[in-house]
């Protein structure tokens, strides 16, 4: 086995064009950094999707909380460090840190399920390379973004838009792709709420895949002052699933 | 004057999460990575946006032609040249290629106006920094892709789609992005289409500014075998406007 530091670290540039009219990174860009960065590193480790593939078994991201701090401007280099800090039977949890010249401006903590591309299950991530995965873990680097432990949308959610899903939402597995999701929901906040608001959280939990084709509902709730929370369903044969909800906290600014 | 190269290279890799079900870059995302080229090419050349908004002007998008060979497969490098091969008195003509392992895969030929940002009007590009610009044309370097004369749509063009402009397809200007466009054309031809198709050719002229909030309709025309045209609207107070129009040629596959 080649020897790995445990933690990996990617450098990435915010380019003009992945920028928003405040000149910063778009948080669906920066996610797509941290998923690259996570495809880097565990690629690296013998735990790769092209790896993975071969043996009909992926990643799939179950949960994602990102805290921002501030996000990386336009043409700012910016370092992403990621590691996994715990296994578990069918989940592992792996950390983010996003660094400007050394100075942390954003955490991110996501939980991964390892399922079998056939049945669609979940498998046990230890039946994968001897379990060697175990080795990368650290638990030292702390990580100052946490899941929370639930999203609750109550009765007051209001559906806010219709919109269905197309060849640019899918991904190379061909389902609608996580970061996607991310901007459609900041998508819901019209462009003067982004005008007046700085994003300070953005928890999401995925739970079932959609495809291009798919008419997504999206449903909105303000919980607190300066907090949102967002239910997004797809319809089935018997009604409607959720496909992920969502909680934002922002600042005014 | 710091002497430079005419022609800018600057290489880029396909992210897993910028690749499209085929496991290729998304055509928007290789266009992305050609427009930072050439962001980064002319700001070292004294003529790049963050300098030009300084004295409120900036360069302008307004023809694109691409010419596909093949798309960049997920985690290929691939490298981006780009250089000013004409310089008119209101219009800027610049061309790209794209290489992976010095193999030319794509080439693309786009038409740049420098614009007032505060009257909105095209300025004369001889007049900033001194004209330098004609230092760095090159005649010489060939580029296969050509900006047809005209895409022309007749009656039977029908309505696909409208969608309304949100916060994540505006770009830093405030403007909706060029590449979501892109991306929203491609958008029109539903996942079997591009299950069965690949792109040859995909030109995009821009016609007027849209911004998030717009409602766009988007009208598209088969023209022949194997090509398609679409039109972009936005509503004015008077009626409608076009936003832009784009030819896509594509073949069996």
């Not at 990617?10 to 998923?35: I, M, Q, T, V």
């Not at 565990?42 to 179950?62: A, C, D, F, Q």
């Not at 432990?149 to 792709?177: C, K, T």
């Not at 008419?215 to 949102?228: I, M």
């Amino acid at each position: 086995m080649e020897t790995k530091l445990k933690i990996g670290s990617y450098s990435f540039a915010a380019e003009p064009f992945h920028c928003d009219f405040k000149h910063r990174l778009f948080l669906g860009h920066l996610c797509n950094a941290l998923l690259n960065a996570a495809d880097y590193h565990s690629s690296e480790r013998g735990y790769g999707m092209s790896y993975l593939n071969t043996m009909h078994k992926t990643w799939v991201l179950s949960r994602l909380a990102i805290k921002v701090k501030r996000l990386p401007k336009a043409k700012e280099q910016f370092v992403v460090n990621t590691w996994i800090d715990d296994v578990m039977r069918m989940f592992t949890s792996r950390n983010f840190t996003v660094d400007v010249n050394e100075d942390e401006i954003v955490s991110c903590k996501t939980v991964w399920a390892m399922i079998d591309t056939t049945t669609r299950r979940p498998v046990n991530i230890a039946e994968v390379n001897n379990g060697l995965i175990v080795n990368y873990i650290d638990k030292e680097k702390p990580c100052s973004a946490s899941i929370p432990d639930r999203i609750s949308l109550g009765i007051d959610a209001s559906m806010q838009r219709q919109l269905q899903m197309e060849y640019s939402d899918a991904d190379v597995n061909g389902h609608v792709n996580s970061v996607k999701l991310i901007d459609h929901v900041l998508d819901l906040f019209d462009i003067s709420w982004h005008r007046q608001h700085a994003i300070d959280e953005f928890d999401i939990f995925y739970k079932t895949e959609s495809h291009p084709g798919d008419v997504l509902s999206f449903y909105k709730e303000q919980t607190a002052d300066n907090e949102w929370n967002v239910r997004v369903e797809r319809p089935t044969d018997k009604g409607f699933v959720e496909v992920c909800r969502c909680r934002i906290v922002a600042r005014r600014e």
